[in-house]
């Protein structure tokens, strides 16, 4: 599940061809309908009206609205593809995405690089709590505290979930580093790497 920026942002293409490249059938839908936000507007101007306005538009987006495309499209392609389990990976917007997902039984694992759980109206704990499947979650230093090694979520999650939930705090990453970092610093190389592989594993466990 892709971040507000829409399918193009990043490597988000390119990790869905890894997964691919596994062996998994891989459905990335967008949600967006190509209307994502300008990254480089936010990114050069966040308090510009324009991409105040996207912003708003996007961070409102009810998640209504995304499971109607899943059970119209997305739930029916993959039944007709014979698909037994599903996993959903999703990044910062996605993560918040994958969470309301999870709390579906048609899936088997949820995956959360950098979520952002705590920005739609919704609350965390509400939100949490609905989870029924295993979950993978990826934080950087400069995400949610709610979202690290032994606060707020994982404690929620373990009361229910016990030893299927896994929480990994990438302490010299930024947010957005698996899917949009610089590739190009070997930390960021390292890391993004060693996530994915939490996913690939994690994925390998459940599905």
Not at 14 to 24: K, M, T, V
Not at 51 to 80: C, G, M, T
Request: hydrophobic share 40%; proline share 3%.
């Amino acid at each position: 599940i892709h971040v507000i920026f829409g399918v193009e942002s990043g490597r988000t293409k390119e990790i869905c061809d890894q997964f691919a490249d596994a062996g998994y059938l891989v459905v990335m839908p967008d949600f967006f309908k190509g209307d994502g936000v300008n990254e480089k507007d936010i990114l050069e101007g966040f308090f510009l009206f324009k991409a105040y306005s996207a912003i708003k538009r996007l961070w409102n987006k009810s998640y209504k609205d995304v499971e109607k495309h899943l059970n119209k499209q997305v739930y029916p392609f993959l039944e007709s593809k014979g698909v037994k389990k599903i996993g959903a990976l999703g990044f910062c917007w996605g993560g918040f995405i994958v969470f309301n997902m999870s709390a579906d039984e048609r899936i088997s694992a949820g995956v959360g690089f950098h979520p952002v759980y705590d920005k739609f109206f919704v609350s965390v704990e509400k939100l949490t709590e609905a989870v029924k499947c295993p979950q993978l979650i990826v934080p950087a230093v400069n995400d949610s505290d709610d979202i690290k090694e032994g606060k707020k979520v994982e404690k929620i999650l373990r009361k229910r979930l016990g030893e299927d939930v896994k929480v990994k705090t990438f302490e010299e990453m930024q947010h957005g580093f698996v899917n949009r970092g610089d590739m190009k610093d070997p930390k960021v190389e390292r890391d993004a790497t060693e996530a994915l592989k939490l996913a690939f594993e994690h994925f390998e466990k459940y599905l």
